[in-house]
């Protein structure tokens, strides 16, 4: 069987790597030079911890998974299982994690309650004050900026796979797809993963489609000087994900505001170290598109003094600063919006900010509902 997948971020990657992986043949477009989207604008978290009870679960899950096999036979991607920790400094906070720990899924997720003194014995580099912390055994990261080129490679040294960047596709038809430059790529099935590119070709193919944009803003510092063990979070991720939600999390926002930078910029603080010894630091969230074409100081002094605080020390000079846009589902129970717009043409979009966590589990259960 043939396919072509239209854009190389890592949702289209994936579902290239699927069709790789079961004996077919691949032609990869992308209209930039490499994927620039928030597949290479993230922390590259496997992030296991906050995803909802239910479907959302399963697929971070199954992706974990997925991702372990894959870095041991890619290690390009830079996987490594380092877990996370989400530092409590209060009471309130502290009662959100004990809810979570009493769910049933707690164990399928790895987590646990540590106190101050094993939390530092886990992470050395996590020397400022805190009442305890929520381990989740389960995450894990990649290195965003240079996990999908590795995968590429490794599907081109298979010999059924073509990469042709600079590509911007105009035309999807049954069986066909024709690109800016006169090109009409022949194939049995057609997988569109445009990110959050949702106007032109796309809104042809799904003129209602219900996804909207969400804009981040995001930071690297130059390296640490320590090893930075497990991925951080603080307490204001438990108001972000979805796993945390309930009475605990409730008296928590009635108890305990946000600092106003972080409450008008929806934010929580994640810190995943780089390779290279950097950190990763983020983010923000803004719903209402048009987004603004700057990005804003306020966020990064809060996300340095939060992260200091964390650490114990100042952190490291930031040495870039970006914002990202990602496509997300109106509905947020559901893992990805997944469509056949056309015969043999599947439009796949809106993981939201799930992606690079749940990509390898969409791009499988495509495959299974193709039934490649």
Do not use: K
Request: hydrophobic share 40%; charged share 25%; with cysteine.
């Amino acid at each position: 069987m043939r396919t072509t997948v239209v854009g190389a971020g890592v949702l289209g990657t994936m579902h290239a790597w699927h069709a790789i992986e079961r004996g077919h043949e691949v032609v990869h477009l992308e209209r930039e030079r490499e994927a620039r989207g928030a597949s290479v604008r993230n922390f590259g978290l496997v992030w296991v911890s906050g995803r909802a009870a239910g479907a959302e679960l399963d697929a971070a899950l199954r992706s974990r998974e997925l991702w372990e096999g894959i870095g041991a036979r890619v290690p390009g991607v830079g996987f490594r299982a380092n877990g996370s920790l989400t530092v409590v400094r209060t009471p309130a906070e502290e009662a959100v994690a004990r809810e979570a720990l009493d769910r049933p899924d707690a164990a399928a997720r790895g987590l646990r309650w540590l106190d101050p003194d094993r939390a530092r014995a886990l992470n050395p580099a996590l020397r400022g004050a805190l009442s305890g912390a929520l381990h989740c055994a389960r995450d894990a990261a990649v290195e965003s900026r240079v996990a999908l080129p590795a995968l590429r490679a490794a599907m081109e040294a298979t010999g059924r796979y073509t990469f042709l960047p600079g590509r911007e596709v105009r035309e999807v038809g049954p069986h066909l797809v024709r690109d800016d430059h006169g090109v009409r790529h022949a194939c049995d099935t057609v997988v569109v993963t445009t990110g959050a590119w949702l106007s032109g070709l796309v809104r042809e193919l799904a003129p209602r489609l219900p996804v909207r944009r969400v804009r981040l803003q995001m930071a690297q510092t130059d390296p640490l000087d320590e090893p930075l063990t497990t991925s951080l979070a603080d307490a204001d991720s438990f108001r972000y994900y979805p796993a945390f939600a309930g009475g605990a999390l409730d008296a928590l926002g009635a108890g305990q505001p946000q600092p106003p930078t972080a409450a008008a910029h929806r934010m929580q603080l994640l810190m995943v170290q780089r390779l290279d010894g950097g950190l990763t630091i983020g983010d923000t969230h803004e719903y209402d598109d048009a987004f603004a074409f700057d990005v804003t100081e306020d966020p990064y002094d809060h996300l340095r003094e939060r992260a200091a605080e964390l650490l114990g020390r100042p952190l490291p000079r930031i040495r870039r600063r970006w914002a990202g846009v990602y496509a997300q589902c109106v509905d947020t129970s559901r893992v990805v919006h997944r469509e056949q717009v056309l015969d043999g043409v599947w439009l796949v979009t809106g993981p939201g900010g799930r992606g690079m966590t749940c990509a390898p589990a969409i791009g499988e259960a495509t495959a299974n509902e193709i039934g490649w």
